[in-house]
């Protein structure tokens, strides 16, 4: 095998949680170029069913949407069961869905609490759980977790996120360790500020913007599209000696 060959995951199925847009929907299609079938979950099924069409329709690969919360144990079952009637396992989880509430800690209400916890560790459990028995027993499976510069760091108003995103960061470890001797890796991909719908208010504040930029040694926003080496890095077979460990693209936010 090449190294070029060692990036491609043909024959493969692969899960992206919150995958109808943002960094999720930009991710999917990066895997669905190397070779991946898609499937896609969403809260929203008619925008994961468009999302689909669209990343079939460029890249040639199959694709189908599903409709799913994953912070509801029942809806992820369902979910494992509707991926697996439409293509038989899935090989590659990216735990992907997340939101992110801004509020100073007094003003943050147990709901959005909630929200922003459950979103990105309860999900990410959840759907881990219900997938990750299948990979061991098949003797193969990526499981890629979506933390943040805010596992690492924090902002102030981000006391949710900050959280959620640290928890992330633990999970990716514990469940690293119980995967690795049946051949399934677990990682944690760290993005720093990316120009997504997630952040288009803080995009469009100019302060707020400035101050971004500020710490951003390479002076500007990610773009979405550029996460696509990295995640096709950790679910194909060029990362089968890495497990438990995190890929941080920040522009270089976390190096000072």
């Known amino acids: 095998m090449s190294v070029f060959d060692a990036f491609r995951i043909d024959g493969k199925v692969a899960l992206v949680t919150g995958g109808s847009k943002?960094?999720?929907r930009a991710m999917a299609q990066s895997l669905a170029e190397a070779g991946?079938?898609?499937a896609l979950c969403s809260r929203n099924g008619e925008e994961a069913e468009h999302a689909a069409r669209e990343i079939a329709a460029v890249t040639g690969q199959p694709a189908k949407g599903f409709r799913a919360d994953v912070t509801n144990g029942e809806s992820v079952a369902q979910?494992?069961?509707?991926c697996e009637a439409a293509f038989g396992q899935i090989d590659i989880l990216l735990n992907n869905a997340g939101v992110n509430v801004r509020k100073p800690t007094p003003e943050l209400t147990e709901a959005d609490w909630d929200s922003v916890v459950d979103s990105s560790v309860k999900g990410s459990f959840l759907c881990s759980q219900a997938f990750m028995p299948g990979m061991m027993e098949r003797g193969?499976?990526?499981?890629?977790?979506?933390?943040?510069?805010?596992?690492?760091?924090?902002?102030?108003?981000?006391?949710a996120y900050a959280a959620a995103k640290s928890g992330v960061l633990g999970l990716t470890h514990a469940l690293a360790l119980e995967a690795a001797p049946h051949g399934v890796t677990v990682n944690c991909l760290?993005?720093?500020?990316?120009?997504?719908p997630m952040n288009r208010v803080l995009m469009d504040d100019p302060v707020a913007y400035k101050?971004?930029?500020?710490?951003?040694?390479?002076g500007r926003w990610g773009q979405p599209e550029e996460l696509g080496g990295a995640i096709v890095f950790l679910c194909s077979p060029a990362s089968a000696f890495m497990t438990?460990?995190?890929?941080?693209?920040d522009g270089g936010w976390t190096a000072q």
């Open 36 to 38: 991946a079938t898609i």
């Open 22 to 24: 943002g960094l999720g």
């Open 190 to 196: 760290c993005p720093g500020p990316f120009e997504t």
């Open 211 to 218: 101050a971004f930029l500020a710490k951003i040694p390479l």
């Open 79 to 82: 979910l494992r069961a509707d």
């Open 140 to 159: 193969w499976g990526r499981i890629v977790m979506l933390g943040s510069i805010m596992s690492f760091v924090a902002l102030a108003n981000r006391a």
């Open 244 to 249: 438990g460990s995190t890929l941080t693209l």
